[in-house]
């Protein structure tokens, strides 16, 4: 998805908060997407599907920061949720622009599950700067995140109807994982 052509602006606090920047947006008229994407992505999600792979360059349900993210746009965030909730199948969202990796999960918040999975770049990890702000709050994270350079890792097995998603550091090794099963839930 194009989060930047057609978003509207982010709002600063007169006083920064402690995890980002930038806080939720209070204006009843806010986009992320535009018309035309909008219309496309509903389109797309209405044709049934096992499993559905989005791709956002800003997180989609980090719930514990202030940086770029969806939940700066509430009433965006919502009518994506809700659009995923109505389509079929297992969702996965891919999404960056966060320096570091991390997977979440909500069950709650839609009648599918969804999983995200944020992975950094592998050249501008924020290893030596992030030291005194490793703790980040993350209501949908599965675990801590990782701040070291990585590499995200989908696998899906149609046999066994599974989808596994994993974080990967420089070495290959897995520093986080989740696997799910396939779903038909939905529509």
Same mark, same amino acid.
């Given at each position: 998805l194009d989060t930047r052509s057609f978003r509207s602006g982010l709002e600063k606090p007169l006083l920064p908060p402690l995890h980002g920047r930038y806080t939720p947006s209070s204006a009843d008229a806010q986009s992320v997407l535009g018309t035309a994407q909008w219309s496309?992505?509903?389109?797309?999600?209405?044709?049934?599907?096992?499993?559905?792979?989005i791709a956002s360059s800003i997180q989609v349900l980090a719930?514990?920061?202030?940086?770029?993210a969806?939940?700066?746009?509430? %009433?965006?965030?919502?009518?994506?949720?809700?659009?995923?909730?109505? %389509?079929s199948g297992t969702t996965l969202v891919l999404s960056g622009d966060r320096h570091l990796a991390g997977i979440y999960f909500d069950k709650d918040r839609s009648s599918n599950p969804i999983l995200e999975l944020?992975?950094?770049?592998?050249?501008?990890?924020?290893?030596?700067?992030v030291s005194n702000i490793k703790v980040e709050p993350?209501?949908?994270?599965?675990?801590?995140?990782?701040?070291? %350079?990585?590499?995200?890792?989908?696998e899906i097995d149609w046999q066994a109807r599974r989808l596994h998603a994993a974080i990967k550091d420089q070495t290959r090794q897995t520093v986080?994982?989740?696997?799910?099963?396939?779903?038909?839930?939905?529509?």
């Open positions: 496309w992505l509903q389109e797309e999600l209405a044709q049934p599907a096992d499993v559905r792979l719930d514990g920061h202030q940086w770029e969806w939940r700066l746009f509430p %009433a965006e965030q919502q009518r994506l949720l809700g659009l995923i909730s109505e %389509a944020t992975s950094s770049s592998l050249n501008l990890p924020l290893t030596s700067i993350g209501p949908y994270r599965l675990g801590e995140p990782f701040f070291e %350079a990585n590499f995200g890792l989908i986080r994982s989740v696997s799910l099963s396939l779903g038909h839930s939905g529509q």
